[in-house]
């Protein structure tokens, strides 16, 4: 098994993706396929930009929301559930091919990248800058980067 670079930045996160599409083998070793993951953590960038379908309460974003994502980034580590979906987000798929979740994911950074636009109130953090969406989106990438694993190609 190759370690995989952790991720401080979206741009870490491109080179991560060009990492796992070199990789021999890829696989996710925790409850939902790679594909699967991969989704997961587009819905979730794109949503930054689109809403999030169910979002918490205005008091609990203000609250335990708003204090979580103070925790976690001054930690520098997020940790959550890593097969819980984000609330009405649509199901994720579950094929065996995982290089169209990189596609989404890829485009979804890329997207965000470039966003100039006003940002979507976080479902539990509640209202965040741009720097501080992308760093709650690095610390979810690197969080579920703890269940995907990547055999070198050899080259």
Same mark, same amino acid.
């Given at each position: ?76 580590? /997020?940790?959550?559930?890593? #097969?819980?979906?984000? !609330?009405?987000? =649509?199901?994720?798929?579950? @094929? *065996?091919?995982? $290089? &169209? ?7 979804? /950074?890329?997207?965000?990248? #470039?966003?100039?636009? !006003?940002?979507? =109130?976080?479902?539990?953090? @509640? *209202?965040?800058? $741009? &720097? ?24």
């Amino acid at each position: 098994m190759a370690d995989l670079p952790t991720v401080q930045t979206l741009d870490e996160s491109l080179r991560w993706l060009d990492h796992l599409e070199r990789a021999r083998s890829v696989r996710a070793l925790g409850a939902w396929p790679l594909g699967a993951v991969l989704e997961h953590l587009a819905q979730s960038i794109e949503m930054s930009m689109d809403g999030f379908p169910q979002p918490r309460s205005a008091l609990f974003q203000g609250t335990a929301g708003s204090m979580a994502f103070s925790y976690f980034k001054w930690r520098g580590r /997020m940790t959550h559930g890593l #097969a819980e979906p984000i !609330p009405g987000a =649509p199901a994720l798929g579950a @094929g *065996a091919d995982w $290089k &169209p979740g990189a596609i989404r994911l890829r485009q979804a /950074m890329n997207r965000f990248n #470039a966003w100039s636009g !006003p940002l979507k =109130p976080h479902f539990a953090y @509640g *209202a965040l800058s $741009k &720097p501080d969406f992308a760093l709650a989106h690095n610390m979810h990438i690197r969080n579920h980067q703890d269940e995907i694993v990547a055999e070198a190609d050899g080259r």
